[in-house]
C-alpha cells in the first residue's frame, strides 16, 4: 500500500495527456482494492489560466467503480498556468482480477467541449477469503464452539394465534348449522330424563310417607309435586287449573276421577282406603314422559330437509 506522501508524488508525475496547452494527470494512489473498501483515486489538469477546465462530478459514470466522495482543492494560478487537482473516493463491488479507470477533464469552448483523457491506471482485486477446496475435513473446518447458554425471548405468535381462533369460530358455526338441532334434540333427551328421574324420586318418597302416616298437607303436597312436572312436560299451567278445568282441557277420565278423589281427601279431611289415586297419577306422568321422550328422540335420529316438513311435540300427552 502506498503512503499519504506518494499522493504528492504522484500529483506530480503521474500519467499525463496533453492538448492545447493542458496537461492531465491522473492515477490510483493504492496499488489494489478490496470489495467494499474505499480507494483514492487523483485527478490533475495543468492549462492556461484563460482556459475554463471543468473536472467529473458525481453523475459521471466511474464503472467499474462507484462513486463515493470527492475532495477539489482549489485552483492555484502562477504566471498565467492555472493548476487544479481533486482526489475521488471510489467503492468497487466487483471481484475481476483487475479494474482499470481513466477519469477525463473537459476543455469549455464557444461551441463545444474537448474531452481531454489521462492513460488509463489498474488496480488489482484483493481477495478477503482465500480459495476454498472442494471438501475439508471437520478439524480443518475454521468453527468456535461455544456451548453457553444463549436466553431467547419469547415471542407470542399474535398472528397464527388468531388465524387459529378464526378456524375454530367457523369450524364450530359449520357444525352448528349441520348438526345444531340434533345437538339440541340430544341435550333434551338428557334434560327430559334427568327431570323425570327427580321427580319419580321426590314423587315416591311422599307416596310412602303418605302410606305410612296420612297427612292432609303431605296428600296436597304430592298432587303439586305431581301438578309442576306436568305443567313442565306438557305446557299446560296444572298448578293454576283446577280439576274441573283440567277436564276441560282433554285431561284423560282416569286422570280426571283421580284427581277428584284426591280433592275429596284434602278438602273433607278422610284418609283414603288405598292411594291407587297416587299411582294412577304417576302413570300418567310416566306415560306422559314416555311420549316427549319419543317424539324428541325421533327428531335426534331423522335429518329434516326442505321436502320433509319437520315434527313438533303436541301440547299434550294425550288426544283430546
Not at 387459529?164 to 334434560?191: D, E, M, P, S, T
Request: a positive charge; charged letters at 15%; aromatic letters at 14%.
Amino acid at each position: 500500500m502506498r503512503s499519504g506522501f506518494t499522493i504528492v508524488i504522484l500529483l506530480c508525475t503521474g500519467f499525463v495527456a496533453h492538448g492545447q496547452q493542458v496537461t492531465v494527470r491522473a492515477g490510483f494512489v493504492q496499488d489494489s482494492v478490496q470489495l467494499g473498501v474505499p480507494l483514492h483515486y487523483y485527478l490533475v489538469a495543468t492549462y492556461p489560466s484563460h482556459y475554463q477546465v471543468v473536472f467529473p462530478d458525481s453523475t459521471f459514470q466511474f464503472t467499474p467503480f462507484e462513486f463515493s466522495s470527492k475532495k477539489y482543492f482549489p485552483t492555484h494560478t502562477t504566471e498565467g498556468i492555472s493548476y487544479d487537482s481533486a482526489v475521488y473516493s471510489l467503492v468497487s463491488f466487483e471481484i475481476d482480477p483487475v479494474q482499470t479507470l481513466a477519469l477525463p477533464v473537459f476543455q469549455v469552448q464557444k461551441k463545444d467541449s474537448l474531452v481531454l483523457w489521462p492513460a488509463s491506471d489498474t488496480v488489482f482485486f484483493s481477495a478477503l477469503i482465500g480459495p476454498m477446496p472442494d471438501t475439508l475435513s471437520i478439524n480443518q473446518l475454521p468453527l468456535k464452539s461455544n456451548t453457553e447458554y444463549l436466553n431467547v425471548r419469547w415471542i407470542f405468535n399474535y398472528p397464527i394465534v388468531l388465524i387459529g381462533i378464526a378456524v375454530l369460530l367457523i369450524a364450530a358455526v359449520c357444525v352448528w348449522i349441520i348438526f345444531g338441532k340434533r345437538i339440541r334434540n340430544y341435550f333434551k333427551v338428557k334434560q327430559l330424563t334427568k327431570k323425570h328421574l327427580a321427580f319419580l324420586n321426590q314423587f315416591t318418597q311422599s307416596v310412602n310417607q303418605l302410606e305410612k302416616d296420612f297427612s292432609i298437607k303431605v296428600a296436597e303436597q304430592t298432587t303439586l309435586i305431581w301438578k309442576n312436572y306436568m305443567e313442565h312436560l306438557c305446557r299446560i299451567p296444572f298448578t293454576k287449573y283446577t280439576t274441573f278445568e283440567l277436564k276441560k282441557s282433554g285431561l284423560p277420565a282416569t286422570t280426571v276421577r283421580s284427581l277428584v278423589e284426591i280433592d275429596r281427601m284434602v278438602y273433607g279431611g278422610f284418609a283414603p282406603a288405598s292411594l291407587a289415586s297416587f299411582q294412577q297419577l304417576k302413570e300418567e306422568a310416566e306415560s306422559a314422559y314416555q311420549q316427549a321422550l319419543a317424539e324428541t328422540t325421533a327428531k335426534l335420529k331423522q335429518e329434516p330437509t326442505a321436502a320433509t316438513p319437520t315434527t313438533h311435540l303436541t301440547p299434550t300427552p294425550w288426544s283430546k
